[in-house]
């Protein structure tokens, strides 16, 4: 089945520093990929997707670019803030076969910033 | 915009019990889904819904049930409660049946003594 791999559990870095939280996945078909931030308290909402090859996605300074040949969809940041503390969600979307309807989930990775 | 709303936002249970979690949106979105978030597992599916009664298993469904009886509502149930059970159950919608962008409620975190 479906899979999506991060490979950072956890993050700690300082206030401008650059951000990359590595994501690999596995699909039968070809999925639209996601990133979903999760804010404490709230529940995880859309940061950005994309679903072709090469097509990078970004939104409040994150950015990912879909990569087929190495089945990858990593997020960077140039410089982090102390808001941007929170949990990050790589997710896929496969519409072939049986999937239909739903998102696979990656484990998630907590990123601390400190000032 | 629209907003998703879990009930209850705490829920303390004993083991064994059946234990019922709400959840209502007015985006008028078709497709509802349920997601258990354990720390360092993710969210993993536990049942999803295309239309009203319609129900769907996700990977973790054994030991839930599931209900969605108006387009606006579904509700989850957790048919016998484990001892030392901690898990948040998130509700989300989406538009169309792809699962393309899902909107979550906050969450209704359980502890079961």
């Known amino acids: 089945g479906d899979s999506v791999t991060q490979t950072e559990g956890q993050v700690a870095l300082s206030e401008e520093d650059f951000l990359t939280i590595h994501c690999n996945y596995s699909?039968?078909?070809?999925?639209?990929l996601f990133w979903y931030v999760q804010y404490p308290g709230e529940g995880p909402q859309l940061l950005f997707r994309a679903s072709r090859d090469k097509e990078k996605g970004s939104s409040r300074g994150f950015e990912a670019t879909y990569d087929k040949g190495t089945t990858s969809f990593h997020l960077r940041k140039a410089s982090v803030q102390e808001s941007d503390s929170a949990v990050y969600y790589c997710?896929?979307?496969?519409?072939?076969?049986?999937?239909?309807?739903?998102?696979?989930f990656g484990h998630g990775t907590i990123l601390r910033v400190h000032p | 915009g629209g907003i998703i709303t879990q009930t209850p936002k705490f829920l303390i249970g004993q083991e064994g019990q059946k234990l019922t979690l709400k959840c209502q949106q007015n985006f008028n979105h078709d497709t509802m889904y349920w997601y258990r978030q354990d720390s360092g597992k993710g969210l993993r599916l536990i049942y999803y819904s295309i239309t009203e009664n319609d129900l769907q298993k996700g990977d973790l469904s054994e030991g839930y049930d599931a209900s969605r009886e108006k387009k606006s509502s579904f509700s989850l149930t957790v048919t016998s409660a484990q001892k030392n059970e901690m898990a948040v159950f998130l509700c989300?919608?989406?538009?169309?049946?792809?699962?393309?962008?899902?909107?979550f409620g906050h969450g209704t975190k359980l502890s079961v003594l």
């Open positions: 699909a039968s078909g070809y999925p639209t």
């Open positions: 997710a896929l979307s496969d519409l072939s076969g049986a999937n239909t309807g739903k998102l696979t």
């Open positions: 989300a919608s989406s538009v169309d049946r792809g699962g393309e962008r899902l909107f």
